[in-house]
């Protein structure tokens, strides 16, 4: 067990719709990290947030945004979801340096 | 923006049987991890590698970092069917700091 929670475990909604996909880190974590995992792209690092403020963006869309709370817990909202957002999408956190990344057990989203 | 190669993608080898799976790099790093997937799983931590030369060992998994090759590698020694998952080589996605970026995955069968 990793300490990092992701909820839900499954998602299955249909396009255009909005999801939200939670994340809290292993207690004492400050970074927060989102990641893709498809079948085509393989795992595609998406946004990073540290202590609350966005710290990093990868190759996320603009369809998608995330936040992290006060209590460190994040939110990676996706909407007008698209049949190629099916995807594993990761949390992860750590600390600072060179730790490396601890994974959630992730979300798998399915875009009907 | 470093750039992460693994080979080979898929893997299928005897018990018993050793191997080796190679991670090259693009740019320079100041670090190399090792992660692990079973199917539909989470990413497990394997090995962090910070310097040039380092070797770490865990099991029948060994792996090794030349810097100056932008190589490392996972040895497998006397393979094992519980080694069977996906093995990802990951590295900082600008060579420093926490965002990490992931090769395509090495797919490992181990056959009885």
């Known amino acids: 067990d990793s300490g990092v929670t992701q909820t839900p475990k499954h998602l299955i909604t249909a396009t255009g719709q909005r999801v939200t996909l939670r994340c809290s880190p292993r207690?004492?974590?400050?970074?927060v990290y989102w990641y893709q995992q498809s079948l085509d792209q393989g795992l595609q690092f998406l946004i990073q947030?540290?202590?609350?403020?966005?710290?990093a963006k990868g190759n996320i869309l603009e369809r998608f945004s995330a936040q992290q709370f006060p209590d460190l817990h994040s939110e990676l909202n996706l909407s007008s979801l698209e049949l190629g957002d099916s995807a594993l999408y990761f949390c992860?956190?750590?600390?600072?340096?060179?730790?490396?990344?601890?994974f959630g057990n992730g979300t798998r989203l399915t875009v009907t | 923006e470093l750039k992460v190669e693994q080979n080979p993608l898929f893997l299928s080898m005897q018990e018993g049987k050793n191997y080796t799976i190679y991670c090259n790099y693009s740019t320079t790093s100041d670090r190399l991890y090792w992660y692990r997937q079973d199917p539909g799983k989470s990413l497990e931590s394997l090995f962090v590698?910070?310097?040039?030369?380092a070797v770490k060992q865990e099991g029948r998994l060994m792996a090794s970092l030349d810097t100056k090759a932008r190589l490392s590698t996972l040895h497998i020694t006397a393979a094992v069917h519980d080694l069977s998952a996906t093995y990802f080589c990951a590295g900082p996605l600008e060579g420093s700091g926490s965002r990490l970026t992931f090769g395509e995955g090495t797919q490992l069968t181990v056959n009885p």
């Open positions: 207690s004492g974590d400050l970074s």
């Open positions: 590698l910070l310097s040039n030369g």
């Open positions: 992860a956190s750590s600390v600072t340096g060179n730790s490396p990344l601890h």
């Open positions: 947030y540290y202590n609350g403020e966005e710290r």
